[in-house]
C-alpha cells in the first residue's frame, strides 16, 4: 500500500465509483499501472489518497462483498 498526502496531486485521473451514494458516501478511484488502484474522498480532493496493488484491491473488495468488515455498533 502507498500513501500520497494530496490525491490531487498525484496527476492520476480518479473516477466516482458506480458504489458512491449522494454527498454522503463518497469514493473515488483511479487505475494506475505503476501504483494499482488508488482511492480517494471526492468531498475532499486535496486530501489524502490510498493505492493498492490490483490484487490487494481485490481481496479488500472481496471482502467488502462478503460483509468481512460488518460489525454492531451496539
Same mark, same amino acid.
Given at each position: 500500500?502507498?500513501? /500520497? ?25 483511479? +487505475?494506475? +499501472? ?25 481481496? /479488500? ?7 468481512? /468488515?460488518? /460489525?454492531?455498533?451496539?
Amino acid at each position: 500500500m502507498s500513501h /500520497f498526502p494530496d490525491a490531487s496531486a498525484t496527476g492520476f485521473d480518479y473516477r466516482k465509483s458506480s458504489y458512491s451514494g449522494g454527498n454522503e458516501n463518497c469514493v473515488e478511484y483511479a +487505475l494506475d +499501472l505503476r501504483h494499482g488502484v488508488a482511492v480517494a474522498d471526492s468531498k475532499n480532493p486535496s486530501g489524502p489518497a490510498l493505492s493498492f496493488t490490483a490484487t490487494a484491491h481485490t481481496a /479488500f473488495i472481496t471482502a467488502v462483498a462478503n460483509g468481512e /468488515f460488518d /460489525f454492531d455498533l451496539l
